[in-house]
Each structure stands twice: as structure tokens, then as C-alpha cells.
């Protein structure tokens, strides 16, 4: 019964990690686009403060 436990909060948590590493891999193309394209790292910086999200 304990293993059956462990494998369903296993699961939840990786439900719960799965979106926030996809996440984290989109705004790193997206980053990297912008900095190759000439867009300062003070500019990407004061994006980021304005909507909340680190």
C-alpha cells in the first residue's frame, strides 16, 4: 500500500515540474532570440521586474 503512495506523489510531482521545465526551455529560446537580434540584457531585465515573473 506505502508503494502505491509513493508512486501516485511521484507522479504528482511530476505533473506539477513537467509544465515549469517546459516553461523555463520556452523563455530561454525566446531570450536567446531577442539577445541575438540585438536586445540588451538591461531591456529583457525590465521586462521581467514589470510583469513578475523571475
Excluded at 503512495?5 to 536567446?32: F, K
Amino acid at each position: 500500500m506505502r508503494s502505491g503512495a509513493l508512486v501516485v506523489a511521484g507522479c504528482a510531482v511530476a505533473t506539477l515540474l513537467t509544465p515549469a521545465v517546459e516553461a523555463s526551455q520556452s523563455r530561454a529560446g525566446t531570450t536567446g532570440a531577442l539577445l541575438r537580434l540585438g536586445t540588451s540584457t538591461t531591456v529583457l531585465r525590465g521586462a521581467v521586474a514589470v510583469s513578475g515573473h523571475r
